[in-house]
């Protein structure tokens, strides 16, 4: 089955962005959609949007609309979250989770190790 | 409103039978769209726990259980053990919001 493997953590000032990666292995990377889910210190779980690499089709949750940019790169296996304009209420951690197939309502299996960003001044 | 409702908490004794319930409306859970949970230990990545309502992934032992009803679904784990401590989210689809809900997420705690 793939693995998902994300960049490290970042530290970011309010008003500038942040690119997390997610790199696939192990698997055909082509046959999955990948989500991005994020996590608030100490708060549940938050579904951000997702790609289907394939088609490269994207969907984004309303709270995210204008801000968050999610692309893949086929040739290295690797989807991107882009978030900008960031502020203190962004700090989490950023999770990306894998999808086999294209349908909206299949589980999230697997899932990347996580990225902490940080948004400080 | 398009949101999963759990319990903040639950706790119970080793061996004994816990569920958490999750409960949607006629967007998510009560259209049909299948409900699916995930452990997160501490610490940790979320991870798969049962798919499509009442199916485990391979590697997930048969303590754990889930169903569904209505608007409602319920994880049920049996012969509770100290390493089950940690977090249970169900995810539905939901066709107001276009996308995936997940629920606020239960604590486990062993006693």
């Known amino acids: 089955q793939v693995q998902l493997v994300q960049s490290g953590a970042a530290v970011k000032k309010p008003g500038s962005s942040v690119k997390v990666f997610c790199k696939a292995s192990?698997?055909?990377?082509?046959?999955?959609?990948i989500s991005w889910v994020r996590q608030a210190p100490g708060q549940g779980l938050e579904w951000m949007g997702g790609?289907?690499?394939?088609?490269?089709?994207?969907k984004y949750t309303q709270k995210f609309q204008g801000r968050l940019t999610i692309t893949a790169d086929e040739s290295t296996d690797t989807a991107y979250m882009e978030l900008s304009s960031l502020r203190s209420e962004d700090t989490a951690m950023y999770y990306c989770?894998?999808?086999?197939?294209?349908?909206?309502?299949?589980?999230?299996?697997?899932w990347g190790q996580g990225t902490l960003v940080t948004v400080s001044s | 409103q398009s949101v999963l409702t759990q319990p903040p908490s639950v706790s119970g004794a080793p061996g004994q039978r816990v569920t958490i319930s999750c409960t949607g409306s006629?967007?998510?859970?009560?259209?049909?769209?299948?409900v699916h949970w995930y452990q997160q230990l501490p610490g940790t990545a979320p991870k798969l726990l049962i798919y499509a309502n009442n199916n485990r992934p391979s590697g997930v032992p048969d303590r754990f259980s889930g169903s569904k009803s209505g608007t409602s679904a319920a994880l049920a784990i049996t012969g509770l053990r100290p390493e089950d401590e940690g977090d249970y989210y169900c995810q539905s689809y939901d066709y107001s919001l276009s996308g995936s809900l997940f629920g606020g997420g239960t604590r486990l705690t062993v006693l």
């Open positions: 006629s967007s998510n859970i009560g259209a049909g769209f299948d």
């Open positions: 790609i289907i690499p394939i088609f490269g089709t994207t």
């Open positions: 192990g698997g055909t990377f082509s046959r999955y959609a």
């Open positions: 989770a894998g999808r086999l197939g294209v349908a909206d309502t299949e589980e999230f299996d697997p």
